[in-house]
């Protein structure tokens, strides 16, 4: 049986610190094996059973049936990335299952000492922390059709799980992450990988005016530790047609930042075809809004942020599949879709995208209040 954690001991830094500036984003998974994976598990954790290696851009990740039926999901953490951050995704995990406890997320599960972690030494002679987490059966919403309703469903998990992150918070929570929209200016060096010469100038003239218009309005908005990621990829629903989520998996992008930028990144995965792109981003608005009603100035912003989503999506898979081609489909698996986002936005432009998006947010509070 999986035993689920009741406390987390204090984070101490002492002998835990990854490498100083390391950059996780230029530093291979862990080189686990599924035998090496199973003894993991059964040393560490005294569960066995079938075991498969799952898809994963930083860490080794792998998913176990037992005997019972139950499934769990095995996570060797990339030895780069800073003990404090590891630390910080667990505790968070463990924070919600104490204020949310029906929040569809992981449960953390103890070692057979009783602890969150455990580190081991991997093939390279580098240190990793092993966690055992419940798993979250369902479809992963990129390979699902969504059905009337799901999106307005979507926006009022991602405001439930904001609100349920208000009350935490870890010292390691304002560490460097790319992935985090007010790092945008950090891209820079990365914009050499665009091969395509029209398409890195535009991504520049972006990033150009995040430096002069947008970044200095970042540090008057609401900020807390986010998920950062709440994507397609990352979210679980009912079924291939899908009527409600499941699931949020994937803690690994957390950082504290602007509720707005964590808003954003959901909104830029949902740019559609057609008449209407911004349609299901109003839905989305609309049910985040019926329990975190959004201010004016976040409003505001959530188009250029949605943007700067979508130049750090291009210029970071880019700059990453040049440098692991075997994995290069994996890593720019998003690329169409922030193309697409991109041409959207900036077709509409600015001044339009704010008012759909102001529309759709104050018709909600308009329903809630009446």
Known sequence: MLAAMAGLPPFSTANEAAPDLADLLAHDAPEISLDMAADLARDLYGVS?????LSAEKDANFHIRLPSGEEALLKVTNAVEDRGVT???TAALMHLASVDPALPVQRICQTLSGASSAIITGPSGDAHVVRLMSYLGGTILSTATPEPGLYSALGALLARLT??????FHPSAGHVLQWDIKQAHRLRPMLDAITDADLRRRL???IDRFDAEIAPRLPLLRAQVVHNDFNPHNLLVDSSRATRATGIIDFGDMVHTPVACDLAVACSYHVSGGADPMSRIGELIQGYSTKL??????LDLLPDLMRLRHVTTLTVGEWRAKRYPANAEYILRHTV???RGLDVIDSMGIPAAQDALRTAAHTAMERSDG
């Open 337 to 339: 879709a922030s193309m």
């Open 87 to 89: 630390h910080m995704q």
């Open 293 to 298: 009603p959004l201010e004016e100035e976040e």
């Open 163 to 168: 609100l349920g992150l208000r009350g935490f």
């Open 204 to 206: 520049t003239a972006i």
């Open 49 to 53: 059973g079938d075991i498969r290696a």
